[in-house]
Structure formats: structure tokens, C-alpha cells
T-cell receptor, first 113, second 112 residues
Framework: NAGVTQTPKFRVLKTGQSMTLLCAQD?????MYWYRQDPGMGLRLIHY???????AKGEVPDGYNVSRLKKQNFLLGLESAAPSQTSVYFC????????????FGQGTRLTVV | DAKTTQPTSMDCAEGRAANLPCNHS???????VYWYRQIHSQGPQYIIH???NNETNEMASLIITEDRKSSTLILPHATLRDTAVYYC?????????????FGKGTHLIIQP
């Protein structure tokens, strides 16, 4: 029972490079989310999706793009990485609606030099 | 801004009950109180949630005051593995469209 799986777990990028983070869930959840967490801070929502083919902006969307072509996958893209995007990225999923909880992946630690 | 107020840190002796308070004085009638924890930069882990009644599961108990303006998460027999940051979150849906609004949480340290 994998739950929410993120790849890769670690990555170092040079400024200006691009990359895609992959999130996969096997719980048939409608909603998926991307968060970032900086040192000493709580998680902040980057983008989210309420179903296949849909995406929406969260609290800190600038510099990121997302896609949800398949229900089980949610991709986070950095087109031109900047040092300010050095962070730990968490993906989550949920059934949506009231009285439900979210399930999180183990995170991707990204360093932009 | 987070809708909750939690102490920055707390200590608890191993084997004792850990009681983590949370104030949420502006909670709306249809909002739930959720608790998550994050162990050493791992992904947050769901613990428990409730609307107005007290709740218990295999991990913890949640006590919500009658006016719903505060709550307490209780870990009945804390172990060293319970050392983590605990987040109290007030949301209509724990997995709704707006996601979860995380504050800085309470860093609980279990002392041997």
C-alpha cells in the first residue's frame, strides 16, 4: 500500500535549469496538492487540483507550473529554477469534501545553487 | 494567517501523557479541528480530527471544549518516537480545495 509517492527524493539544480517533480497516489483521490516548506516554517500551498485535468493556484504559485493529465499523478514543474526555490516539497492527496483527511508524501529536498 | 494559536514548544517525560493545547477562538460552526504531526522533516502525518464531540483513535484523543474555541490533543503514553512538530488546523475540509493552512505548530520533545 504505497499511498503518496514522490520522485525524486533529492535534487540539486543550477540556477536557470528546469525540472519536474512527480507525485503519484494509489488511493483514487480526487484532490491533490503541492506544498513547500522552508526552514522553521509550516507548509505553504503552491498549487492544487480538484480532479483530472484541473489545476488551480495556491498561496505561493509564482515560478511553478503543474499538470494533472491522469487522476493518479500530479506534476510540479520549475521552468527556470532560482535559489529562492530551494525548499522541501511535499505532495498530498485527499478524497475531498468535509470530514476527510489528507495523506502526504515523504518530500523532495531541492537545492538550487 | 493560521486560525489557530499553539505554544511554540513543549516537553514531556517518556511514558507520561502529552497534552497539547490549541486555541481557535474564531472557528466557524462547520469547521473541523484537525491535528497532524511532522517527524523530523518527513511528510505530515494525520492524527485525528473532530467537529464538536471528543474523539479517540489508536494514536490519540482529542478534547474539544463545549464552546469549540479551544482543544487539546492527548498522547496517552508518550514515547521518544512521538517527538515531532504538531499542527492544529481548523478547516471545513481536511482535504478540501483550499488545502490545509499550516502554522508553525508545537515542537513536542519527549524526554527519556
Amino acid at each position: 500500500n504505497a499511498g503518496v509517492t514522490q520522485t525524486p527524493k533529492f535534487r540539486v539544480l543550477k540556477t536557470g535549469q528546469s525540472m519536474t517533480l512527480l507525485c503519484a497516489q494509489d488511493m483514487n483521490h480526487e484532490y491533490m496538492y503541492w506544498y513547500r516548506q522552508d526552514p522553521g516554517m509550516g507548509l505553504r500551498l503552491i498549487h492544487y487540483s480538484v480532479g483530472e485535468g484541473t489545476t488551480a493556484k495556491g498561496e505561493v504559485p509564482d515560478g511553478y507550473n503543474v499538470s494533472r493529465l491522469k487522476k493518479q499523478n500530479f506534476l510540479l514543474g520549475l521552468e527556470s529554477a532560482a535559489p529562492s526555490q530551494t525548499s522541501v516539497y511535499f505532495c498530498a492527496s485527499s478524497k475531498g469534501g468535509p470530514n476527510t483527511e489528507a495523506f502526504f508524501g515523504q518530500g523532495t529536498r531541492l537545492t538550487v545553487v | 494567517d493560521a486560525k489557530t494559536t499553539q505554544p511554540t514548544s513543549m516537553d514531556c517525560a517518556e511514558g507520561r501523557a502529552a497534552n497539547l493545547p490549541c486555541n481557535h477562538s474564531t472557528i466557524s460552526g462547520n469547521e473541523y479541528v484537525y491535528w497532524y504531526r511532522q517527524i523530523h522533516s518527513q511528510g505530515p502525518q494525520y492524527i485525528i480530527h473532530g467537529l464538536k464531540n471528543n474523539e479517540t483513535n489508536e494514536m490519540a484523543s482529542l478534547i474539544i471544549t463545549e464552546d469549540r474555541k479551544s482543544s487539546t490533543l492527548i498522547l496517552p503514553h508518550a514515547t521518544l518516537r512521538d517527538t515531532a512538530v504538531y499542527y492544529c488546523i481548523v478547516e471545513y475540509s481536511g482535504g478540501g480545495a483550499d488545502g490545509l493552512t499550516f502554522g508553525k505548530g508545537t515542537h513536542l520533545i519527549i524526554q527519556p
